[in-house]
């Protein structure tokens, strides 16, 4: 073959990538709500905004490489040292550096399904196979299920808690359970995004599971909570060995210098989040109980979103949705996520439910 004719081969595991759908985006002009990535309805807090204003003026700089004043103000914030926090370019990153530091070629990786899309993108860019575990009945993760999965070959197994799309958290017991099934060198990731939404009292602690066993990671991210999203911060709990691995597999100068400072201004303004916080699990539980008179039979959420189980009716019920002004999430064949956002849209997403007949239960 000529020189030309050659072409520069992708990566086999790349054709095996399920494609990660965004969120509808509000089309310009449209008098929309986005409720279709599990955001913060709320605009950023004005301490934050100018925390990132000043920091804007050094933007000729590199960031401090490992974020420190955030990790060593996270350290705090948890309880833990410094050494078992390590900060990137959103959780999602944080994710993709834990499989790097742990998976080998070929390795397994257990995940519940449906899940965050995430997932078995960031298992097969790894270089590791993604092993799903159907969920249990309630769209709640199925952890006895997820440990019998578990073979010589597995590396890691992936606790989505809350679960995104679905709502329902892990409760304690049930990923005690689990840990006492898998083997010490079985690295156990507790993703907990929507932690701050949680209201169940028998749901995980990720930090307490953290305490008692060294094969766990706990993630946490400022983008759902916090609102700062569009900045892209996250981190990673752990034991400082397995941190330090992480810490070796990360993008150098992952997280931004604007992202560092407005981290730090949000955890510094802790009371403000919990009570915009308060009144998305306020509107959640207006969303649900709204749903349930009207006959949908919907999981109980534990995050800042909703699950409508509607199979083949997803993407039409999206489509209808977006006509009405609230644009969604749509799992074709699935069901459709709905995000906690302003009462507005609320009302608006009940109106077109009402219209809707729900689907009859299995
Ligand atoms: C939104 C989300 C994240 C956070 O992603 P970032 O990269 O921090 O924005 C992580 N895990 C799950 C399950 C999520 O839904």
Redesign the pocket.
Known sequence: MSRAARRVPLRRALSELPPYVPGARVPVGAAAFKLSS?ENPFPPLPSVVAAVVDAAADLNRYPDMYATDLVEALAEHHGVRPDQVVAG???????EHVLDAVCETGDEVVLPWR??E??PIAVRLAGAVPVPVPLAPGARLDLPAMAAAVTPRTRVVLV?TP???TGPAVHAAELDALLAAVPGDVLVVV?E??VEFVRDPDAVDGLAVLAEHPNVVV?R????AYGL?GL???YALARARLAAGVRAASTPFGVNALAQVAALASLRAGAEMRTRVEAVVAERARMLAGLREQGWDVPASE?NFVWLPLGDGASAFAAAAGEAGVLVRPFAGDGVRVSVGEPEATDLLLGVTSRMRPPVPA
Not at 221 to 224: G, W
Request: one cysteine or more; glycine letters at 6%.
């Open positions: 599990n370019c959103g959780s999602v990153a944080v994710l899940s965050f995430a997932y989505c679960n995104n799309p993703d995004a929507y993630l991210t400022f983008s759902k999203a892209r911060v996250g995050a």
